[in-house]
């Protein structure tokens, strides 16, 4: 549940920062510590069901806040 969450948040910090080369690619050079961060902090929420209802979470946030701005038409992806 990790995987989704992580490619929600590097979604929309790609959808939100202005569309620079250099930027791009070292936002997605950093999915892959994000994704550590992210399920690192899964295993600190003491029980499952709390833990996978933040992951779910977190990945309805980031989908709705890519999918909010793509309809409002704030990107050029």
Do not use: C, E
């Not at 989704?4 to 250099?22: E, F, H, Q, R, W």
């Not at 994000?34 to 779910?56: D, E, G």
């Amino acid at each position: 549940m990790s995987i989704p969450a992580t490619v929600a948040v590097v979604g929309a910090l790609l959808v939100i920062v202005p569309a620079y080369n250099s930027l791009i690619m070292s936002l997605l050079l950093i999915a892959f510590p994000i994704w550590v961060l992210i399920a690192s902090a899964a295993f600190m929420i003491p029980t499952p069901a709390r833990s996978a209802a933040a992951l779910i979470t977190v990945s309805l946030i980031g989908f709705g806040v890519i999918a909010s701005v793509k309809y409002l038409g704030w990107t050029t992806l």
